[in-house]
């Protein structure tokens, strides 16, 4: 679950929905599959994992995983 305005409108949401704060990782939480159907009915939309990246970057939200750093050529 995530959020294309604000992590302080993330973290209301997952509040609201009953989910632990230490669910929240880099820019998103995972929630459980039982909590979909409530997230949907308070206004979570469903969409594609694409679409979920492309707004996490509009907003300017998207903190993707560190990965290995490149050496630098000698």
Sequence with gaps: MVSDVSYDELHAFAERLGVPRRGF???????????????????????????LVERLTAAGLRRPKSGPRAVPEA
């Design 25 to 51: 990782e880099r820019d998103h939480y995972d929630i459980p599959e039982q909590l979909h159907p409530a997230a949907l009915e308070a206004g979570a939309q469903l969409v594609s994992s694409r679409e």
